[in-house]
């Protein structure tokens, strides 16, 4: 059974920083692209930051310059560094590996959530 565990969350001042990691454990097979969603409380859930298993990044336009995401494909773990954090960026961050099989996606598991605070 495949579980992401995500964990590096927690309390922020404006300006500060926060590394937010999500390990995949269990057999997962292949690993296709990896990302970063957050959800405001009373909104919905947006996309932050993808990595595609080249290694090409996106980023949502309110994160640009201030997020960056990674991973280790050895260890199945995608991280999101997160830097000169604003109040906007509160929320719950959940994080999304899709499996590859036969070279198509086929399914993507996610994290149970990680909360970020940002105090201004």
């Known amino acids: 059974q495949v579980q992401l565990v995500e964990s590096g969350g927690g309390l922020a001042q404006a300006g500060g920083s926060l590394r937010l990691s999500c390990v995949a454990s269990?057999?997962?097979?292949?690993?296709?692209?990896m990302g970063w969603y957050r959800q405001a409380p009373g909104r919905q859930r947006d996309w932050v930051a993808s990595?595609?298993?080249?290694?090409?990044?996106n980023y949502a336009d309110s994160v640009k310059g201030r997020f960056t995401i990674s991973r280790d494909n050895a260890k199945s773990t995608v991280y999101l560094e997160m830097n000169n954090l604003k109040p906007e960026d509160t929320g719950v961050y959940y994080c999304?590996?899709?499996?590859?099989?036969?070279?198509?996606?086929?399914?993507?598991?996610w994290g149970q959530g990680t909360q970020v605070t940002v105090s201004s």
């Open positions: 999304k590996i899709g499996k590859i099989r036969l070279g198509r996606p086929e399914y993507d598991y």
């Open positions: 269990g057999s997962i097979g292949t690993i296709g692209g």
């Open positions: 990595i595609t298993s080249g290694g090409a990044t």
